[in-house]
């Protein structure tokens, strides 16, 4: 089960970043808590490139807690607006140094912004 989450994780981390293309060169340490039945499961994941690692992250600058269910389906189809909905709602928490949440929340948002944004045509 635990190389499914890490597995997992990786997926996340990629469709995450493939969405947000600008988080890609960011260095950053992302612990990660996945909480199931009377169980809690710690992952380390490096960025760039999505190491996962099984157990506490010390050197985490980013905590991310979340249920594994909810989890296992986010991972798997979870798009950009489905994964600030979870954090919005609480379904997942997202805790660091303010500096670092607030460049990724803008990271993400420009972005949004972007794809909201249509694209001026050329005409010939």
Known sequence: MAEDAKALIEL????????VPALEPMKLVVGVELRGRGDV???RLEMP?????KGPAADARVRV??????????????KIADWIEAFTYGQAKAS???????LIVNVVERQQERERTPKARRHA
């Open 12 to 19: 996340a981390s990629r469709r995450f970043v493939g969405e």
């Open 41 to 43: 499961q710690h992952f």
């Open 49 to 53: 490139g999505a190491k996962v690692t």
């Open 65 to 78: 807690d979340m249920r594994r269910e909810f989890f296992n389906v986010m991972a798997r189809e979870g």
């Open 96 to 102: 660091g140094p303010e500096q670092i949440m607030r």
